[in-house]
C-alpha cells in the first residue's frame, strides 16, 4: 500500500474513531488529543500495518492502548488537573480542612447497610471484601463458584441502593 492510499484509508477510517475517543476520554478536547496520537502513531508505523487486514480494528487498538498508557502515565506522575471554572482548586494553596464527620457518617452508614443484608448475601460479600479469591469463598462456604459471583453482585447492588445518598451526581 502506497503512502497515499494509506492516507486515504487513514482519513477515511479516522471518522469512526472520534466518538470511540469520546467514550474513552469523556472530554472533547482529550478525545482530539488521543485521535491525533492515534492518527500519527498509525501513521508513523505504516509499515507495520498489514495489508489485507481490517485497519479500523488496528487504529482502535492503537487508540485504546495509548489512552491506557496516557491513562497510567498520568496516574503514576500523580497530575491533578483542575476543572473548575475558575481554577479554585490550583488557587486555594493547598490550605484545605476537611471534615471528618462526613466520613465516619459514611463508614456508619456502610456498616448498618451490610449488617441489614441476609447472610447468605453478607457472608460471602465480607469474605471477597476481606481479600477471598471466588473460589476459596465456595469452597469455604460449600457452594459452586457461580452461586458466590451472584450473591457478591447481589450484595454490591443492595448496597448501592441502600446507599445511594452517598452517590454524587454530575
Not at 91 to 118: W, Y
Amino acid at each position: 500500500m502506497t503512502t497515499l492510499e494509506f492516507s486515504y484509508s487513514l482519513n477515511k477510517a479516522s471518522g469512526s474513531l472520534k466518538p470511540f475517543a469520546m467514550r474513552l476520554t469523556r472530554d472533547a478536547d482529550d478525545a482530539n488529543d488521543l485521535l491525533q496520537d492515534t492518527i500519527l502513531k498509525a501513521f508513523s508505523n505504516k509499515e507495520k500495518f498489514a495489508e489485507g487486514t481490517n485497519l479500523k480494528a488496528w487504529l482502535y487498538t492503537i487508540m485504546r492502548n495509548t489512552f491506557i498508557t496516557n491513562y497510567q502515565r498520568a496516574v503514576r506522575r500523580g497530575t491533578f488537573v483542575d476543572t473548575t471554572d475558575n481554577l479554585h482548586y490550583i488557587n486555594s494553596g493547598g490550605q484545605a480542612i476537611e471534615n471528618g464527620a462526613f466520613g465516619a457518617f459514611a463508614l456508619t452508614d456502610i456498616q448498618v447497610a451490610i449488617d441489614k443484608l441476609d447472610d447468605v448475601y453478607k457472608t460471602p460479600f465480607q469474605m471477597f471484601f476481606r481479600g477471598f479469591k471466588y473460589h476459596e469463598i465456595a469452597d469455604e462456604l460449600r457452594i459452586p463458584i457461580g452461586t458466590v459471583k451472584n450473591r457478591i453482585h447481589i450484595a454490591r447492588k443492595l448496597l448501592k441502593d441502600a446507599l445511594e445518598v452517598y452517590m454524587h451526581k454530575n
